[in-house]
């Protein structure tokens, strides 16, 4: 029983033992000066001046939230758009039924105003 698990086993300790050398080497080889230029948030050409108490509004969590959601319901659409063939009419009414729902949900969240950022 162990035998199979020992090319595992093998293989996580030669990752660990590189990972920790590469990272001990880093530390002990690289340079020690911190310089301030260096450290100063810097975001898309221009100096960032948000504070470091900064909090993003609720909507945009809620925009967020909503593109994952819908991402992943679409994500499985893909199946059935492989293999649609093979699955038969049964499927591509599930999938139109589906695909109905999304807009239902995606009508009620615009109607609600959760899609605005402001």
Not at 14 to 29: C, D, H, P, Q, W
Not at 46 to 74: C, H, N, Q, T, W
Not at 105 to 112: K, Q
Request: proline share 4%; glycine share 8%; with cysteine.
């Amino acid at each position: 029983m162990l035998q199979s698990y020992l090319p595992a086993l093998v293989f996580i300790a030669v990752a660990t033992l590189i990972g920790i050398t590469f990272v001990g080497a880093g530390s002990m080889l690289g340079p020690k000066r911190t310089i301030n230029h260096k450290t100063d948030p810097y975001e898309c050409g221009l100096p960032s001046d948000v504070k470091s108490g900064f909090r993003f509004g609720v909507s945009f969590y809620l925009i967020a939230m909503l593109f994952i959601l819908f991402d992943i319901e679409v994500v499985f659409l893909y199946p059935i758009a492989v293999q649609l063939k093979a699955f038969g009419t049964f499927a591509l009414l599930e999938t139109i039924t589906f695909i109905g729902l999304l807009a239902v949900a995606l009508l009620y969240v615009w109607r609600r105003g959760a899609l605005e950022w402001i």
